[in-house]
């Protein structure tokens, strides 16, 4: 999670077995960015 002036940006990483045991996993990468609330602090996230 990381905070740039009035954004907030969370990244999520995840290693999966899409194809079954015996292929090599995948890893799927997310992420999301939304505004900071008006009025909240940094210890309210």
Do not use: K
């Amino acid at each position: 999670m990381s905070v740039d002036g009035d954004r907030v940006q969370a990244t999520v990483r995840a290693p999966v077995r899409a194809l079954g045991a015996r292929l090599p996993r995948i890893t799927v990468v997310a992420t999301a960015v939304a505004a900071v609330e008006p009025g909240a602090s940094e210890g309210d996230w």
